[in-house]
């Protein structure tokens, strides 16, 4: 089956526990700053629909990485949900997803390549079987376009944090007496970072 991969044998459909994990990612080219976000959907056996967030910041090579990390962050959030046994991925940069279904090769690009095996390894690991779809972005329409929408923004806001944070690391230590003055320099208090 393309997209989805058994681990560890078959598993009886009436236990299985569907995870719907959607992420997003934002990339700053000039600082490479990102950001990701995830939003996990999940209903335990005879419970409601429950849902769980989680985002963050780094750096990033490119923006495929940046995706990439959003979707093994997004997977590490929803893998360890009690009764989970199937992940559906949904992303909406195509060539990360192509990337996360191990349909080609492995990447040439080293950190490419190493996100890939943590993904497989993670998943693995928890003996839980994984589809990775993509999803239109930026569309807004129905359930699937108003949350890629929303960890879409999210992932911004982080990755905006981390550009903040690179230009404080830009500037070097200062004295606190100081920080009134970079706060107005900067936009934002840099004490509020930490």
């Known amino acids: 089956m393309h997209g989805m991969q058994e681990v560890g044998g078959s598993i009886p459909p009436d236990s299985i ?12 080219h000039g600082s490479k700053a990102m950001g990701w976000a995830a939003w996990i959907v999940y209903c335990p056996e005879g419970g409601e629909v429950e849902r769980k967030f989680g985002s963050g910041h780094g750096t990033a090579k490119d923006s495929t990485e940046a995706e990439l990390i959003a979707i093994l962050e997004g997977i ?56 990775v779809r993509w999803t239109k972005g930026h569309t807004g329409e129905g359930t699937p376009g108003y949350i890629n929408n929303k960890v879409d923004a999210w992932a911004r806001e982080q990755m905006r944090i981390k550009r903040q944070q690179l230009r404080y690391e830009e500037i070097g230590d200062y004295h606190y007496e100081d920080a009134e003055f970079y706060a107005d320099c900067l936009g934002f208090d840099p004490h509020d970072m930490y």
């Open 76 to 131: 590490r959030i929803g893998a360890p949900l009690d009764g989970a046994r199937m992940l559906v991925v949904k992303s909406d940069c195509q060539a990360a997803v192509h990337i996360a279904r191990f349909r080609a090769r492995a990447p040439r690009q080293p950190n490419l390549r190493q996100l890939q095996e943590q993904i497989k390894r993670l998943t693995e690991t928890k003996e839980i079987s994984r589809k």
């Open 17 to 28: 526990m569907i995870v719907t994990v959607y992420v997003d990612a934002s990339f700053h």
